[in-house]
């Protein structure tokens, strides 16, 4: 347990996670002595803002993870495997909200709403889950806790911003061609994505599968400690600039009604439903952004299955599918802050 207040480092913190969480951290009442700003050599010495004042961008090295109790990161795998073992080696805990460690037996994948207990059972790191795993899970927690799962089925609709800021700019730069009918370029991508769907996100495997949709379903399997649960994941980025929006079938244990689904929903920590089709109200990316409500909507009967539903599940991927998230983790490790 670390007692408040806590001194916290974001390492990353130039990038669009990293801003995320420094004004993630700002907004909420975690208890904090000193926030540090850290990233790569070439963007030391940058200013970002933080609250009504400024932090001056730190390199991210043993002497910048110095001193600090928990550390934030929002950095590639690679750089996760360098410099997450020195933050612990540094008496720090690390939260990393790349896919390095989230697999490994020993490290506990938490999403705070759903499995929180596993916070407590670190050695020194906690992984945080996925963008689109976290804002799943949530909705397959409270519906698993009242009617029992069987089988997953989730296609997913991802915006760019899971890609990072050069992405958000190919986005933006890209519209702004084809709309002006000059060719688009693009190098973050394979293919186009203005205008354009792209059934990839990340590699792909030896099975056809992408890196993306086998980590929902690992992922899913360990937070909710059902490692025989059937689910199957299709995962495509959409010229969306934030906010990731997803369909998801489940086959329950017993019948569950959409009206009382949506009750249930209702009452889920962190779940929030908007779903009235005659009024045309369903959740939508564009309403996601921003907030940190996991929303949920066109809740209905598959009526090919016996105990069957589909839903609509929509989240801001930057807040709660990264940022609110691993801020949420270190609220749980810290003495006397409680969701």
Request: net charge negative.
């Amino acid at each position: 347990m670390i007692r408040s207040p806590a001194r916290v480092g974001v390492a990353g913190a130039t990038g669009a996670v990293g801003r995320e969480m420094l004004r993630v951290l700002d907004e909420r009442g975690l208890e904090v002595d000193l926030v540090r700003a850290l990233a790569s050599e070439r963007s030391a010495d940058r200013s970002l803002p933080f609250g009504e004042s400024s932090l001056t961008v730190q390199e991210l090295g043993p002497e910048g993870l110095e001193g600090l109790d928990i550390v934030l990161f929002a950095t590639k795998p690679a750089v996760s495997r360098e410099y997450v073992p020195v933050a612990v080696s540094k008496g720090a805990v690390a939260i990393d909200n790349s896919r390095a460690f989230r697999m490994d037996p020993g490290v506990p994948l938490v999403v705070p709403e759903v499995n929180p207990d596993a916070a407590a059972h670190h050695s020194g790191i906690i992984a945080n889950p996925n963008c689109s795993t976290i804002q799943m899970v949530l909705v397959l927690d409270a519906l698993h806790r009242a009617a029992g799962l069987r089988r997953v089925v989730v296609s997913t609709y991802q915006s760019v911003s899971g890609t990072g800021r050069e992405a958000i700019e190919e986005l933006r730069t890209q519209s702004g061609d084809v709309l002006a009918g000059r060719p688009a370029v693009s190098r973050v991508y394979a293919h186009e994505i203005a205008f354009n769907c792209l059934p990839q996100i990340d590699d792909f495997d030896e099975r056809g599968d992408t890196l993306e949709e086998t980590k929902m379903i690992e992922e899913t399997r360990k937070i909710m400690g059902l490692q025989g649960l059937r689910i199957a994941a299709t995962c495509v980025r959409v010229p969306v600039f934030r906010s990731h929006a997803m369909a998801v079938n489940v086959e329950t244990e017993r019948e569950i009604a959409p009206g009382e689904a949506r009750e249930v929903l209702s009452s889920a920590r962190g779940v929030a439903v908007l779903d009235d089709p005659e009024e045309a109200l369903y959740p939508t990316q564009l309403a996601a952004t921003g907030g940190d409500e996991v929303w949920v909507g066109r809740v209905r009967r598959d009526r090919s299955l016996r105990h069957g539903l589909w839903l609509w599940i929509v989240s801001d991927n930057l807040r709660k599918g990264a940022a609110l998230n691993a801020v949420q983790i270190a609220e749980l490790i810290v003495d006397g802050v409680s969701l």
